[in-house]
């Protein structure tokens, strides 16, 4: 079946630090591919999206491109924030099946 | 717009009790999905709603049940609770399919 499998945390940045949070997935077809943002007490904030290949995603200085052949969506961030800290999910979506990865945690010290 | 909202944010039960967790989603939204979140296991579905009608389920015991109303409010049941069931609760809406999700704040769930 379908799968996200994203690089396990926790990881911890200096403040304006180059971010990659890697994500690969495993489909049948041609999912829908999302980043989810979760802040300390909150549900999941759906921070970019891409639909088809070569897409790009991007929000809040945050950027992710679909890339069939490596089966990838791999999350950056040119210049991290302290308030960028957050749990950040990969997630796909094929034929009404939403599947998340395992979460990555990402402190930001200033 | 208000966004979805879940009720209520925090519970203690114990073991054999059940407990019922509402949702209501955005305005418009006909989709509605429980998920299930524990630190060992990470973010797992338990089921999605959609016009009343259950149109995907997880892999949970049957203990999990929900249920749709015809304004799109959503309500999870967990009956016999069990310590393992300890776990943040959380709602997502959409307008009709599973995608792009809103979700709630959750309602933490603790098992005494």
């Known amino acids: 079946g379908d799968s996200v499998t994203q690089m396990e945390g926790p990881v911890t940045l200096s403040e304006e630090a180059f971010l990659t949070i890697n994500c690969t997935y495993t489909?049948?077809?041609?999912?829908?591919l999302f980043w989810y943002v979760q802040y300390p007490g909150e549900g999941l904030q759906l921070l970019l999206k891409a639909t088809k290949a070569d897409d790009k995603g991007s929000n809040k200085g945050f950027e992710a491109t679909y890339r069939k052949e490596t089966t990838s969506f791999h999350l950056e961030k040119g210049s991290v924030q302290v308030s960028d800290s957050a749990v950040y999910f990969c997630?796909?979506?094929?034929?009404?099946?939403?599947?998340f990865g395992a979460g990555t945690r990402l402190t930001v010290k200033p | 717009k208000a966004g979805v909202t879940q009720t209520p944010r925090y519970l203690i039960k114990t073991r054999g009790q059940q407990v019922t967790l509402s949702c209501s989603p955005i305005s418009g939204h006909r989709s509605v999905s429980w998920y299930q979140q524990t630190p060992g296991q990470g973010l797992q579905f338990l089921f999605e709603y959609f016009s009343e009608t259950q149109r995907n389920k997880g892999n949970f015991p049957g203990r999990f049940s929900g249920r749709q109303f015809s304004n799109s409010r959503s309500e999870m049941n967990v009956s016999t609770l069990e310590l393992g069931d300890s776990a943040l609760y959380l709602c997502?809406?959409?307008?009709?399919?599973?995608?792009?999700?809103?979700f709630g704040d959750g309602t933490r769930l603790s098992i005494l």
């Open positions: 997630a796909l979506s094929e034929s009404d099946d939403m599947r």
């Open positions: 997502a809406s959409s307008l009709k399919g599973l995608e792009p999700q809103h």
């Open positions: 489909a049948t077809g041609y999912p829908s």
